[in-house]
Nanobody
């Protein structure tokens, strides 16, 4: 059974930091690209950061470059999102995603963790 379980969200003041974790199980973690998406109320879900399966190459949305860092620990089947210098516009539900294309698309989602940036 595939599971992606996010944790680490919460309420933080502007300029603060949070570290999100996503623990994966039920699939071969190292073979999947891992990403973080977010969705704010009334807005579409957007890609925040991603890490490829092979080389671990990372990509970031322009809005978070220099502030957020995605990393993965293949031994622990976990992907992280370190978020620094948080802004009110970072407030959203954050979702972990695992994706792999092998004859067909394998696309798994976590249930999300809420991040609220407010003074």
């Amino acid at each position: 059974q595939v599971q992606l379980v996010e944790s680490g969200g919460g309420l933080v003041q502007p300029g603060g930091s949070l570290r999100l974790s996503c623990a994966a199980s039920g699939f071969t973690f190292r073979d999947f690209a891992m990403s973080w998406f977010r969705q704010a109320p009334g807005k579409e879900r957007e890609l925040v950061a991603s890490s490829t399966s092979a080389s671990g190459t990372t990509n970031y949305a322009d809005s978070v470059k220099g502030r957020f860092t995605i990393s993965r620990d293949n031994a622990k089947n976990t992907v992280y999102l370190q978020m620094n210098n948080l802004k009110p516009e970072d407030t959203a539900e954050y979702y972990c995603n695992a994706r792999r294309w092998s004859l067909k698309l394998y696309d798994y989602w976590g249930q999300g963790t809420q991040v609220t940036v407010s003074s």
